[in-house]
């Protein structure tokens, strides 16, 4: 939730203040020179190193472990687009005005407003998981009934301890029935539709519900440890794993952040040597570098996973990571063992 909302913030802000300076900076002589500097030099300035200070961090960080990735390149293309313009914008207020200035800074602006949209996408995505994860939590009770009547916390119940279950209340801990029979809703973990009997001796889970008969329950395993728990903790396990795409769009990172700065060099070397001028052949290296920035390989990944993961999750269907969601793609035929796995849990006529 904290991640989202700074993510919002610094989006809005972005979004905020890109949308006015691409729009003077298209109006091409529309708005006099000198306040058009200026504008587009604080907008800019405030998007590049307010919201974009988060890509400047990772894409350092990521350089000095020898590893370049898509924040390495946002910082380069973004940074490179702003420095430029604001070492040409300074030196055009402290000397005549006789022209307009040409500036890129909007650019990077842009680059970082998109990529934050992008971001803020994935971390939504991210958001309704950890939704789906306490919408399975909440289906254990927070209490619990000992034998002798007292009530407890169930995150502190241990192996051995003997819980009543009294009809309409929900199991709060795995563990074996040693008084008692009674028939249970277990559709939340199995998809049966109808309740299965249970007698002295049968297994219960952490979340099912008990429908007619008072138990006594021996706690087998409690909070972290039941059924419930691993599934949401696999749950989260998936938002977390990377699918052979990502891993892959990692390592082309390695390599294309390093041929973006060579081929960004020769593009300004080339210039040179062609005869133009250094600010020609700075604008067309800026260019490489601002067209390179944001790899949509990059950044459409890792929200391709979160978003499948976490709308499965809100269906009732758990993927163990990025790797079976992928492989997914290429099902053709699905075999069920039994009918229980198509239900939605609750019969119907």
């Known amino acids: 939730e904290g991640e989202v909302h700074g993510l919002r913030r610094d989006a809005v802000i972005a979004i905020a203040l890109t949308v006015p300076l ?54 380069l293309g973004a940074g490179t687009a702003w420095l430029s313009s604001t070492v040409v914008a300074v030196r055009w207020l402290a000397g005549p005005h006789a022209h307009m200035p040409e500036l890129y800074v909007e650019a990077g602006a842009a680059i970082v407003a998109f990529v934050m949209i992008g971001k803020l996408l994935e971390s939504r995505a991210r958001a309704k998981l950890s939704e789906a994860v306490r919408g399975l939590l909440s289906l254990a009770p927070p209490t619990a009934h000992l034998e002798d009547g007292s009530e407890v916390d169930a995150a502190t119940l241990a192996a051995g301890d003997r819980v009543r279950v009294r009809p309409g209340e929900h199991v709060p801990a795995d563990g074996t029935i040693v008084e008692g029979a009674s028939a249970l809703d277990e559709s939340m973990l199995t998809g049966e539709s109808l309740p299965v009997d249970k007698d002295e001796g049968s297994p219960v889970y952490a979340g099912t519900l008990n429908q007619n008969g008072a138990l006594v329950v021996r706690v087998a395993r409690a909070g972290g440890d039941t059924a419930l728990a691993r599934i949401a903790r696999a749950v989260e396990d998936a938002q977390g794993s990377k699918a052979p795409i990502a891993r892959l769009a990692d390592r082309v990172s390695a390599y294309f952040v390093p041929a973006v700065l060579a081929i960004a060099a020769l593009t300004f070397a080339g210039w040179l040597a062609g005869g133009a001028d250094a600010s ?70």
């Open 280 to 349: 020609t052949a700075l604008a067309r290296m800026i260019a490489v570098l601002v067209i390179a920035c944001p790899c949509a390989l990059g950044l459409a990944t890792p929200a391709a996973v979160a978003v499948g993961t976490s709308r499965g999750a809100e269906l009732g269907v758990l993927f163990k990571g990025g790797t079976a969601l992928e492989v997914a793609s290429r099902i053709e035929i699905v075999a069920l063992d039994k009918t229980g796995t198509l239900t939605t849990g609750h019969p119907v006529l």
């Open 22 to 75: 691409l729009a003077i900076a298209m109006m091409h002589g529309l708005v006099p020179a000198l306040p058009s500097v200026v504008i587009q030099l604080v907008l800019g300035t405030i998007v590049v190193l307010g919201p974009g200070r988060r890509y400047f961090r990772g894409g350092w960080r990521a350089v000095r472990h020898g590893s370049p990735d898509m924040n390495t390149l946002i910082a």
